[in-house]
T-cell receptor, first 111, second 113 residues
Framework: RKEVEQDPGPFNVPEGATVAFNCTYSNSASQSFFWYRQDCRKEPKLLMSVYSSGNEDGRFTAQLNRASQYISLLIRDSKLSDSATYLCVVNIGSSASKIIFGSGTRLSIRP | ETGVTQTPRHLVMGMTNKKSLKCEQHLGHNAMYWYKQSAKKPLELMFVYNFKEQTENNSVPSRFSPECPNSSHLFLHLHTLQPEDSALYLC????????????FGEGSRLTVL
């Protein structure tokens, strides 16, 4: 089983739609969680950290369920500019090698 | 403009060449990283430096040789590479060594012929 698993997509949704991505992680000792965004042929950029109580940043909401080892990202009122690959990232330990990236979920927003 | 700058952006080299990738961060961070990103695969950590000391080598072949002269600069020296080493090489920095909050450069796209 992969340490961090994501549905690769692609998700193809109309502008204005709400879209949700899920991510599961295998190590129950995981300590911190993040969503990154990567545009085509660009570097990954931190989108938001994920906190136990859930957190929101504008149209983006991240949730963490430790019991189910599951992280989600919800995008409301999607824009064309939201088209990108969304990477789930889990820090499972005390060294940098334990920062594990998922393979990413591709999102394409159509007009 | 990114706080992490990588050069060159694109590099084509033969298997017998020696070349180097350069990374510079302007963020005052302590830790720097090299990652490899191949098509349809997750990012793979290669090396980590903290306060210019190497703290992790993720079982990387010796044909990749990192160098960190100070906390702001990181190099990846390449020699006798294989075609399967063709990938996007990403440099990142962070304030602490074990945080997941990484700031990436735009990457160096390497093609090995």
């Amino acid at each position: 089983r992969k340490e961090v698993e994501q549905d690769p997509g692609p998700f193809n949704v109309p502008e204005g739609a709400t879209v949700a991505f899920n991510c599961t992680y295998s190590n129950s000792a995981s300590q911190s969680f993040f969503w990154y965004r990567q545009d085509c042929r660009k570097e990954p950029k931190l989108l938001m950290s994920v906190y136990s109580s859930g957190n929101e940043d504008g149209r983006f909401t991240a949730q963490l369920n430790r019991a189910s080892q599951y992280i989600s990202l919800l995008i409301r009122d999607s824009k064309l500019s939201d088209s990108a690959t969304y990477l789930c990232v889990v820090n499972i330990g005390s060294s940098a090698s334990k920062i594990i990236f998922g393979s990413g979920t591709r999102l394409s927003i159509r007009p | 403009e990114t706080g992490v700058t990588q050069t060159p952006r694109h590099l084509v080299m033969g298997m017998t060449n020696k070349k180097s990738l350069k990374c510079e961060q302007h963020l005052g961070h302590n830790a720097m990283y090299w990652y490899k990103q191949s098509a349809k695969k997750p990012l793979e950590l290669m090396f980590v430096y903290n306060f210019k000391e190497q703290t992790e080598n993720n079982s990387v072949p010796s044909r990749f040789s990192p160098e960190c002269p100070n906390s702001s600069h990181l190099f990846l020296h390449l020699h006798t590479l294989q075609p399967e080493d063709s990938a996007l090489y990403l440099c990142a920095s962070s304030q602490g060594r074990n945080t997941g909050e990484l700031f990436f450069g735009e990457g160096s796209r390497l093609t090995v012929l």
